[in-house]
T-cell receptor
């Protein structure tokens, strides 16, 4: 069936280290993927997106990798900072209107 | 940077009462959405709206729910007769288009508490 999920519900990372957040999806028809960050009391904040015709996209301190062979998506955060502490969601879209969200990974940055 | 704004931030309502949640999408966006997030769960799609009509809705969006764009700036979600299980965060989102490279941008939500 269709689902977007994350491998781990929590991730603890030392400040300054790199973070890797993983997401698995099962719908091979999905062609657009987005990572959102949600801080406490806030709505999902767009971080970075990628289309299915790409396997890597870089932003400022973030990189998204897409492996369509194994239906896997990851978000890499370089030099993690305390402000990166949040819940991270991957979401998929298959050229329709709705986004399907995964369950989220809570990232905690240790000082 | 333009943003989606939602009011009120918190709404407390008696079960069975009607509630209207309000949103002002980003001004040049054409597609509007409502999502909800029950405490501790993932964000769920409710409905999308384009060109003054519903373009897609989920199973959650039953006859108790309706959406409206009453003027050029507001986008509302109405729940006609609220139930306890309607308690959740409700997020409005908007986008310039659908699909790739046109991400949906979200407001900070309305926390709806049904008593």
């Amino acid at each position: 069936g269709e689902s977007v999920g994350l491998h781990l519900p929590t991730l603890s990372v030392q400040e300054g280290d790199n973070s890797i957040i993983n997401c698995a999806y099962s719908n091979s028809a999905s062609d657009y993927f987005i990572w959102y960050k949600q801080e406490s009391g806030k709505g999902p904040q767009f971080i970075i997106d990628i289309r299915s015709n790409m396997d890597k996209r870089q932003g400022q301190r973030v990189t998204v990798l897409l492996n369509k062979t194994v239906k896997h998506l990851s978000l890499q955060i370089a030099a993690t900072q305390p402000g990166d502490s949040a819940v991270y969601f991957c979401a998929e879209n298959k050229d329709d209107y709705k986004l399907s969200f995964g369950a989220g990974t809570t990232v905690t940055v240790r000082a | 940077e333009p943003e989606v704004t939602q009011t009120p931030s918190h709404q407390v309502t008696q079960m069975g009462q009607e509630v209207i949640l309000r949103c002002v999408p980003i001004s040049n966006h054409l597609y509007f959405y409502w999502y909800r997030q029950i405490l501790g769960q993932k964000v769920e799609f409710l409905v999308s709206f384009y060109n003054n009509e519903i373009s897609e809705k989920s199973e959650i969006f039953d006859d108790q729910f309706s959406v409206e764009r009453p003027d050029g700036s507001n986008f509302t979600l109405k729940i006609r007769s609220t139930k306890l299980e309607d308690s959740a965060m409700y997020f409005c989102a908007s986008s310039t288009g659908t699909g790739g490279n046109q991400p949906q941008h979200f407001g900070d939500g309305t926390r709806l508490s049904i008593l």
